[in-house]
C-alpha cells in the first residue's frame, strides 16, 4: 500500500522519490538499500524528538543506549555468568518503552509494586525455560508476563528481546503496523496471538534482508514516525491593543439625564394621613380578614302597614279546619 502511493506520486508528478519517500515502502517489498537508508536516519529522528527531562529522569536517548546497548550487555544469554534482572532494570526498560512509544501513566506505578525477588523470579523462571525451548517464545512471555504486575506482553517481548537480541523482537506499535498492518493504522490488542504474527513476519525480513530484530525495530520506527502528520500547533491571537469591553458612546448619543429637584426627599411627606391601624385581637395581634359591620341597635320597629292579619283574625273564608279524630 506505501509503496503504491509513492509509485503513483512519482507517475504524476515525473519527479523521482525524495530519501524519505524512499523509506515509505512496505515490509514485505523494501530493499536493503532502502532498509539502510531508513537505518541511518534513526539516530537523528530519535535526537529531533527527544524530549528534556524532568529532574532526575534520563533522556530519551539515555533510555535508548540502555535498551539498545547496555540492556543486551548484562542480560545476553551470551553473557557469561549470572544474567539476574531486579526491578531497577524492568522500570528503565519501561522508561524507555513509554518514551519512545505510547505514554500511559498508570503503567510505571503498576511496575513499582513488583519486588526485586519478584521480578528476579520470573525473569530467571522464563530464561531457563527459554534456554532448553527457544522456540516457545509464547510460554516464555506468559512465565514473564504472568507473576507481574503491569507487565504484559509487550513488556515481557521487551524482557526477552534484551536476552535475545538476535532473535527476539519487540512488540512494538510501529514495528506491529509496518510489519502486520501494511503501515496503516491498527487497534492493536497487545495480545500472545498478535505478538506471534509480528514474529514470523519480521523473522521473514530478518531471513530475506539478513538484518537484525533490532535493526528492524529502528526502520520501522522510521517508516512509521516519517509518515506521521505534524502537527503544527494554531497560532496565538495577536492582542489588539484596544482596551476590553464596549466602547464608550459619544456625547450626541447619550441618553438625557433627567434633572433633579433639589431638597427633594425620598419616601412619603410629613403631615400626610396615613392608614388606620388595624384592631387587635385581646392577646396583642391584630386581626386578620375584613372588618366586622357594626352592630345595629335593637329597637322596637313600627310596622309599616296595620293591615296585617292577627292571629286571633277571622280567617277571610268562612270555612274552618276540621281537626283530626
Known amino acids: 500500500m506505501i509503496r503504491a502511493i509513492t509509485n503513483v506520486t512519482h507517475t504524476i508528478t515525473g519527479s523521482s522519490p525524495s530519501k524519505q519517500n524512499t523509506a515509505n515502502m512496505s515490509a514485505s517489498s523494501i530493499t536493503l538499500s532502502e532498509f539502510r537508508d ?11 524528538i527527544s524530549k528534556t527531562p524532568t529532574e532526575g529522569k534520563a533522556t530519551l536517548e539515555e533510555l535508548d543506549r540502555f535498551r539498545y546497548i547496555d540492556a543486551p550487555s548484562r542480560f545476553s544469554k551470551k553473557v557469561v555468568g549470572k544474567k539476574e534482572m531486579y526491578l531497577a532494570d524492568v522500570q528503565k526498560l519501561t522508561d524507555w518503552k513509554l518514551a519512545h512509544g505510547k505514554f500511559r501513566p498508570t503503567l510505571p506505578k503498576l511496575v513499582a509494586k513488583n519486588s526485586d525477588e519478584a521480578i528476579k523470579e520470573a525473569t530467571g523462571d522464563a530464561f531457563s525455560h527459554y534456554a532448553g525451548n527457544s522456540t516457545d517464545i509464547s510460554g516464555t512471555l506468559k512465565k514473564i508476563s504472568e507473576p507481574l504486575k503491569g507487565v504484559g506482553p509487550a513488556t515481557a517481548s521487551l524482557i ?159 270555612r274552618t279546619k276540621k281537626a283530626k279524630a
Open 38 to 48: 531508513a537505518l541511518s536516519r534513526y539516530p537523528a529522528l530519535i535526537k529531533s
Open 160 to 318: 526477552l528481546a534484551v536476552h535475545d537480541p538476535e532473535h527476539v523482537i519487540f512488540f512494538s506499535d510501529e514495528a506491529y503496523r509496518w510489519l502486520c498492518a501494511d503501515g496503516g493504522k491498527s487497534s492493536i490488542k497487545y495480545s500472545i496471538k498478535e505478538f506471534d504474527e509480528l514474529h514470523d513476519k519480521a523473522k521473514a525480513i530478518m531471513a530475506k534482508l539478513k538484518v537484525s530484530p533490532i535493526d528492524v525495530e529502528k526502520v520501522a520506527f522510521v517508516i512509521i514516525k516519517e509518515n506521521e502528520p505534524v502537527h503544527v500547533p494554531k497560532p496565538k491571537p495577536v492582542p489588539s491593543g484596544r482596551p476590553r469591553g464596549r466602547p464608550p458612546l459619544p456625547e450626541d448619543q447619550k441618553k438625557p439625564v433627567k434633572p433633579s429637584v433639589p431638597g427633594r426627599k425620598r419616601g412619603r411627606p410629613p403631615g400626610t394621613a396615613t392608614k388606620e391601624a388595624a384592631p387587635k385581637t385581646p392577646n396583642g395581634t391584630a386581626k386578620r380578614g375584613r372588618p366586622a359591620a357594626a352592630k345595629v341597635e335593637e329597637t322596637e320597629a313600627t310596622p309599616k302597614s296595620g293591615n296585617k292579619r292577627k292571629a286571633d283574625d277571622t280567617p277571610a273564608t268562612g
